[in-house]
């Protein structure tokens, strides 16, 4: 071991009994190298988590032209519509670097394979959990990453991210201008810093505005959803402000079978702009989310990443209000 405490290849030559050339090539899949000898090498990488380090492969130009974006492991849902937008503009802006993009299996273990191998440059993430292991990862290995959503403190910061509570405050601002006084939220159990951000702007704007607050939450398993939505517009409320797309269509059917006109007699609000707020009936009040945006601000971090430059801090963006007829 060396004394900065990072195993080198001379580590691995070291312990396998064989040259740098050996391990090189083994680690990364070029040369002619015995099954026997191979298996040895692999087995002291794994022993002492041997990485190739970033910028070491940058030095001898060796960098692989592929980034590596895990799929969300969410079959249905919210997760699912956002991240095949941002998925399909993450092709597009790496492919206008040069970059190829490797999807792959949301696995903690698949991305330890691809780091050992070093067959990608690095990650990009969507949809960023609280203390998401994946920056654990990344981060214990020196990964380049960059990412949507906020990685903690202590952690390297190359992140894009929607300012939640300005994209409530709009739709607020927006439903109160239509003469809306009474105006309930619906949205999810708090357990994502999204969730929490919007519904504590949700609050702390109808104290602002001086109206009484209302929140129907549901679980983010979408158990109960249905009675959850019928349960927000049982009451007086003339306006509902969604914390999701998909929720305010879950308003509109729970509306249509009430006899109720969206528009005319319930004002809705989405948030996300996704493929589903973009082809409701009527035309959904939402905030957009700017993800062609955020993606090629994600990728001008991951390259910087790449490059080993500086880290800075994360950045916010402020959504925008896309009106629609649903409100009014």
């Not at 998925?87 to 394979?113: C, I, N, Q, W």
């Not at 306006?239 to 999701?244: H, T, Y």
Request: charged share 20%; glycine share 10%.
């Amino acid at each position: 071991m060396t004394g900065t405490g990072r195993v080198t290849i001379d580590d691995v030559a070291r312990a396998a009994s064989v040259s740098r050339q050996t391990v090189s090539n083994v680690v990364h899949g070029t040369g002619r190298v015995g099954a026997a000898t191979a298996e040895r090498v692999q087995a002291v990488v794994d022993q002492l988590g041997y990485v190739v380090h970033p910028g070491a492969r940058s030095l001898r130009s060796l960098r692989t032209g592929q980034l590596a974006f895990p799929l969300d492991e969410y079959v249905e849902g919210k997760e699912e519509v956002f991240n095949l937008d941002f998925g399909r503009e993450l092709t597009f802006a790496a492919g206008k670097r040069g970059y190829h993009v490797l999807l792959m299996v949301p696995s903690l273990e698949a991305m330890r394979d691809l780091i050992r191998s070093a067959r990608v440059d690095g990650f990009v993430f969507s949809n960023l959990k609280n203390d998401d292991p994946r920056v654990a990862l990344v981060t214990e290995h020196g990964t380049p990453f960059a990412c949507m959503g906020r990685t903690g403190p202590g952690q390297r910061q190359p992140w894009v991210d929607i300012d939640n509570a300005a994209g409530i405050r709009l739709a607020l601002e927006h439903i109160a201008s239509r003469g809306h006084r009474r105006i309930v939220y619906f949205g999810y159990a708090p357990l994502n810093y999204w969730d929490k951000e919007r519904a504590d702007a949700y609050h702390s704007t109808m104290k602002t505005l001086g109206f009484a607050p209302h929140s129907v939450l549901i679980g983010d398993d979408h158990a109960n959803i249905a009675s959850a939505a019928a349960a927000a517009i049982s009451g007086d409320a003339t306006a509902v402000v969604c914390s999701g797309d998909q929720l305010a269509e879950q308003i509109y059917e729970a509306a249509a079978q009430r006899g109720i006109a969206i528009g005319r007699d319930l004002a809705v609000t989405g948030f996300g702009y996704d493929v589903i707020g973009r082809n409701m009936v009527p035309s959904l009040t939402t905030v957009r989310t700017p993800i062609p945006s955020i993606v090629e601000l994600v990728m001008q971090r991951f390259v910087r990443e790449v490059a080993g430059e500086p880290d800075a801090p994360g950045e916010l963006i402020v959504p925008e209000l896309v009106v629609g007829a649903s409100t009014g």
